[in-house]
T-cell receptor, first 113, second 115 residues
Framework: SQQGEEDPQALSIQEGENATMNCSYKTSINNLQWYRQNSGRGLVHLILIRSNEREKHSGRLRVTLDTSKKSSSLLITASRAADTASYFCATDGLSGSARQLTFGSGTQLTVLP | NAGVTQTPKFQVLKTGQSMTLQCAQDMNHNSMYWYRQDPGMGLRLIYYSASEGTTDKGEVPNGYNVSRLNKREFSLRLESAAPSQTSVYFC??????????????FGPGTRLLVL
């Protein structure tokens, strides 16, 4: 079963608006990562947040992590048409599969010009 | 640097045929992974290789075999393809180390259709 689940499954916004995607997971983690996938392409890493961090920024991206609720959010500010893509969260495990990532089913973001 | 490369880009097979998907990375990464992605779903791990000379099963290994040929190359083999193996296959690589999973770098994918 999937460790991470994104919400919503699909999101459509106007250019310039902010987009927020959420991820929930089931077991304790070392870190949580967000990836982006353009249509027909491979995944590209966006940001990694460790379990002892609560918030992290990278350009127009802001990621939060709440380990007590086992959830994370990805905020894209001032969205652009080029941000149209699928976004996936991925989590690892604390032991055994600690170096493996388990991916959620993704949020399909459409930014309308 | 080419990053992670995969061949072929697209393949059509008949049920029962075999094929090998090739993956190579030029980033000197120790760890390599094979995933499959089905429509509307995230990636599921088929096999991974934590370091040269080792391979381990992931979430969905049945029907597949892998070979870590050397540090650069990690191949995925379908011995007898089935329609359920129609999917997009991604190879990825990462550094190894402690402190949890590292950033993974993905290839462009191989689209496989099994008739």
């Amino acid at each position: 079963s999937q460790q991470g689940e994104e919400d919503p499954q699909a999101l459509s916004i106007q250019e310039g608006e902010n987009a927020t995607m959420n991820c929930s997971y089931k077991t304790s983690i070392n870190n949580l990562q967000w990836y982006r996938q353009n249509s027909g392409r491979g995944l590209v890493h966006l940001i990694l947040i460790r379990s002892n961090e609560r918030e992290k920024h990278s350009g127009r991206l802001r990621v939060t992590l709440d380990t007590s609720k086992k959830s994370s959010s990805l905020l894209i500010t001032a969205s652009r048409a080029a941000d149209t893509a699928s976004y996936f969260c991925a989590t690892d495990g604390l032991s055994g599969s600690a170096r493996q990532l388990t991916f959620g089913s993704g949020t399909q973001l459409t930014v309308l010009p | 640097n080419a990053g992670v490369t995969q061949t072929p880009k697209f393949q059509v097979l008949k049920t029962g045929q075999s094929m090998t998907l090739q993956c190579a990375q030029d980033m000197n990464h120790n760890s390599m992974y094979w995933y499959r992605q089905d429509p509307g779903m995230g990636l599921r791990l088929i096999y991974y290789s934590a370091s040269e000379g080792t391979t381990d099963k992931g979430e969905v290994p049945n029907g597949y075999n892998v070979s870590r040929l050397n540090k650069r190359e990690f191949s995925l083999r379908l011995e007898s393809a089935a329609p359920s193996q129609t999917s997009v296959y991604f190879c990825a690589s990462s550094h190894a180390g402690t402190g949890g999973a590292k950033t993974q770098y993905f290839g462009p994918g191989t689209r496989l259709l099994v008739l």
